[in-house]
């Protein structure tokens, strides 16, 4: 599926001569983003599977899935009180863009950075004003989900749209790779929402509610990546790192079980297991990727070599937040160290 689903290649969505739209429509096309009458658990499962096969070839195009799969998945736990059925099915066939744009909730929750979206009532809905300073899958009309604060410091969770009036591109990142994502910023001037653009009013419950497949289906990306590089050092592994090789495909196999067994049943999972599980997965990803440059030598430090577009993958693995560094407040802060 995979060699099909990224139509261009891997090097040159990172390098951003080519992006992943037609790789979103290609999947919307085999039915990789679900259908309204899927359960929930079966098709997280399916999902935390294909994002970790696209991961093993092209992080860009998993990356692009995986924003795409996360505004599914807040329509899915939160639907605004208007049926956005149509809009539904334009994410679920890839025609049009999701761009998720969560990232300052984790701050603003844990008390570490304040929400740079401002929100003032407008009838029964919202002006929007401020910035959104990075998302990804910002193209053409995308769908953007972001929270806002209120004037009496309460937080909502809204969408809009890319091409919605005073709404205007602050242009693409400069990106160490991953260039082909359309990751970028916006700037808000007064954007109207509607009240059928309100997901939740609640950003702590929102956020409760979909954490789970989002640290579930993060850990996939970094597994792909983690099945990348080992396979690419095993082509030239000498005898003596063989049993490093050994126990980091060893702890990859156990994340990925570990993985597998929290995406079929999330009953009962505390947040801390998903934490030291996406941990966990980043780590070995890292570790992997170390030992494939180890192995490779001079031609895996080629800025063009999969080689090196993987150390570029797997720097970025630990910024997606939550980030590495908030993972682990987090476990802190809930008074379990444990790794």
Same mark, same amino acid.
Do not use: K
């Given at each position: 599926?995979?060699?099909?689903?990224?139509?261009?290649?891997?090097?040159?969505?990172?390098?951003?001569?080519?992006?992943?739209?037609?790789?979103?429509?290609?999947?919307?096309?085999?039915?990789?983003?679900?259908?309204?009458?899927?359960?929930?658990? =079966?098709?997280?499962?399916?999902?935390?599977?294909?994002?970790?096969?696209?991961?093993?070839?092209?992080?860009?195009?998993?990356?692009?899935?995986?924003?795409?799969?996360?505004?599914?998945?807040?329509?899915?736990?939160?639907?605004?009180?208007?049926?956005?059925?149509?809009?539904?099915?334009?994410?679920?066939?890839?025609?049009?863009?999701?761009?998720?744009?969560?990232?300052?909730?984790?701050?603003?929750?844990?008390?570490?950075?304040?929400?740079? =979206?401002?929100?003032?009532?407008?009838?029964?809905?919202?002006?929007?004003?401020?910035?959104?300073?990075?998302?990804?899958?910002?193209?053409?009309?995308?769908?953007?989900?972001?929270?806002?604060?209120?004037?009496?410091?309460?937080?909502?969770?809204?969408?809009?749209?890319?091409?919605?009036?005073? =709404?205007?591109?602050?242009?693409?990142?400069?990106?160490?790779?991953?260039?082909?994502?359309?990751?970028?910023?916006?700037?808000?001037?007064?954007?109207?929402?509607?009240?059928?653009?309100?997901?939740?009013?609640?950003?702590?419950?929102?956020?409760?509610?979909?954490?789970?497949?989002?640290?579930?289906?993060?850990?996939?990306?970094?597994?792909?990546?983690?099945?990348?590089?080992?396979?690419?050092?095993?082509?030239?592994?000498?005898?003596?790192?063989?049993?490093?090789?050994?126990?980091?495909?060893?702890?990859?196999?156990?994340?990925?079980?570990?993985?597998?067994?929290?995406?079929?049943?999330?009953?009962?999972?505390?947040?801390?297991?998903?934490?030291?599980?996406?941990?966990?997965?980043?780590? =070995?990803?890292?570790?992997?990727?170390?030992?494939?440059?180890?192995?490779?030598?001079?031609?895996?430090?080629?800025?063009?070599?999969?080689?090196?577009?993987?150390?570029?993958?797997?720097?970025?693995?630990?910024?997606?937040?939550?980030?590495?560094?908030?993972?682990?407040?987090?476990?802190?802060?809930?008074?379990?160290?444990?790794?």
């Amino acid at each position: 599926m995979t060699t099909t689903v990224t139509g261009a290649t891997a090097d040159d969505l990172d390098a951003g001569r080519a992006d992943v739209r037609p790789a979103l429509r290609r999947l919307g096309e085999i039915g990789a983003f679900g259908a309204d009458d899927d359960d929930p658990t =079966v098709a997280l499962l399916a999902s935390v599977r294909m994002l970790r096969r696209l991961a093993s070839v092209s992080l860009a195009t998993a990356f692009g899935a995986w924003s795409q799969r996360m505004v599914l998945e807040y329509l899915r736990c939160c639907p605004p009180p208007e049926p956005l059925t149509g809009l539904v099915a334009e994410l679920r066939a890839g025609t049009v863009p999701g761009a998720t744009a969560l990232a300052p909730a984790v701050a603003d929750l844990a008390g570490t950075g304040t929400l740079p =979206v401002h929100a003032v009532r407008d009838g029964a809905g919202w002006r929007l004003s401020g910035t959104v300073g990075w998302a990804s899958n910002l193209f053409d009309d995308a769908v953007v989900v972001t929270p806002a604060r209120t004037a009496d410091e309460g937080r909502v969770v809204v969408l809009f749209r890319r091409t919605d009036a005073g =709404v205007t591109p602050t242009g693409p990142h400069d990106l160490l790779g991953l260039r082909g994502t359309g990751t970028g910023g916006l700037h808000l001037d007064g954007v109207v929402v509607g009240s059928g653009q309100v997901l939740s009013d609640d950003l702590a419950g929102f956020m409760a509610v979909c954490r789970p497949a989002m640290l579930l289906l993060q850990t996939a990306l970094a597994l792909g990546v983690a099945d990348a590089a080992l396979t690419a050092a095993g082509e030239h592994l000498p005898a003596v790192l063989r049993p490093d090789a050994a126990a980091l495909a060893e702890r990859r196999d156990d994340a990925a079980r570990r993985l597998e067994d929290l995406a079929g049943d999330r009953v009962g999972v505390h947040p801390g297991d998903l934490a030291r599980l996406r941990l966990a997965a980043l780590d =070995v990803a890292a570790e992997a990727v170390r030992l494939e440059t180890a192995v490779a030598g001079g031609s895996g430090y080629l800025a063009g070599s999969d080689t090196a577009r993987r150390v570029r993958e797997a720097a970025f693995l630990p910024v997606q937040a939550p980030t590495y560094g908030q993972l682990r407040r987090e476990i802190a802060a809930a008074g379990d160290g444990r790794r």
